[in-house]
């Protein structure tokens, strides 16, 4: 698999989790169609409702950075903070392939 995986956890305020997750329906559909993901998969806590984690496959590391720079600057990320109960946590990871001798 090639390009990046992002990987970003959200804890929302306990009564904004519903409403995030109808938010994460509209991200899982949409964000795919952004110039460099190649897809997201979205994560809920079984025993932390207000926990979401999302797996994202992007081309790189610019092209998700981008697309962070255009939902800060369209305010996008202001409505979405709103559902927050802190900061995201997010971090890029490559995957790593065994070097196992056939």
């Not at 949409?30 to 809920?44: E, I, M, S, W, Y």
């Not at 998700?64 to 890029?92: E, M, N």
Request: glycine share 4%; net charge negative.
């Amino acid at each position: 698999m090639s390009g990046i995986q992002v990987i970003i956890t959200f804890e929302t305020h306990p009564e904004a989790s519903a409403p995030f997750a109808v938010l994460l329906d509209q991200v899982q559909h949409d964000l795919p169609r952004v110039n460099g993901c190649q897809g997201v998969r979205v994560f809920v806590g079984s025993e932390k409702p207000c926990v979401f984690t999302l797996l994202e496959h992007w081309d790189s590391e610019v092209a998700h950075q981008a697309h962070i720079a255009t939902v800060v600057a369209s305010g996008a990320w202001d409505r979405i903070a709103t559902h927050l109960a802190k900061d995201p946590v997010s971090h890029y990871y490559r995957e790593r392939v065994p070097k196992i001798a056939a």
